[in-house]
């Protein structure tokens, strides 16, 4: 099994701030990473794939980087609708998820 | 617009049986690879099991032997066979279509989830 590490647990940010988050794979995945958000209540919404293309409708502001076994989301202006839960996926084998990143107000 | 809706959920004691269903709307779910992935309370997202659109299924090693996956064409709904519950397959299931690339296994659409609790 692919263990997928995201650091740090609790990000602390204010609006208008970039945030940056990060994901390990305990191999390689290639660009087999996505990256989903999700929000108290709800399903997790797919925000990245191909470790940098993003989802149809999702913002410019989210971006994504990375490929083999370090990755990243960048949040470049962070909006209030923003603070939510983030979670790392790969699909290079069967997929696995990384803990999560909460993003909260600082 | 692509819909999923779950049900079924609901309180089961250990070893016993449930069987979650997915009605899905806006695309075909014999099309599709679809997947359950399930959330335990307060914690984070685990894959659970995939049908692929030729009917192979897989499941995750923590619930092999005891979860089917199946699907009803006709009424363009999948299933999650459960039985042999656990403690620890207490969460929220939700259902997903795979996608955007076909042939991968990560999630473009996802329902509300449906509640199981295993407890006695």
């Known amino acids: 099994e692919i263990v997928m590490t995201q650091s740090p647990a609790i990000l602390s940010v204010s609006p208008g701030e970039r945030a940056t988050l990060s994901c390990r794979a305990s191999?390689?995945?290639?660009?087999?990473l996505a990256w989903y958000q999700q929000k108290p209540g709800q399903a997790p919404r797919l925000l990245i794939y191909g470790a940098s293309t993003r989802a149809t409708g999702i913002p410019a502001r989210f971006s994504g980087s990375g490929s083999g076994t370090e990755f990243t989301l960048t949040i470049s202006s962070l909006q209030s609708e923003d603070f939510a839960v983030y979670y790392c996926?790969?699909?290079?084998?069967?997929?696995?998820f990384g803990q999560g990143t909460k993003v909260d107000n600082k | 617009e692509v819909q999923l809706v779950e049900s079924g959920g609901g309180l089961v004691q250990p070893g016993g049986s449930l069987t979650l269903s997915c009605v899905a709307s806006g695309f075909t779910v014999g099309n599709n690879y679809m997947s359950w992935v399930r959330q335990a309370p307060g914690k984070g997202l685990e894959w659970v099991s995939v049908i692929h659109s030729g009917g192979n299924t897989y499941y995750a090693d923590s619930v092999k032997g005891r979860f089917t996956i199946s699907r009803d064409n006709p009424k363009n709904t999948l299933y999650l066979h459960m039985n042999s519950l656990r403690a620890e397959d207490t969460a929220l299931y939700y259902c997903?279509?795979?996608?955007?690339?076909?042939?991968?296994?990560?999630?473009?659409?996802w329902g509300h989830g449906t509640l199981v609790t295993v407890s006695s």
């Open positions: 996926q790969q699909y290079n084998g069967w997929p696995t």
């Open positions: 997903a279509r795979d996608g955007p690339i076909v042939g991968a296994t990560l999630f473009d659409y």
């Open positions: 191999q390689g995945v290639s660009s087999n």
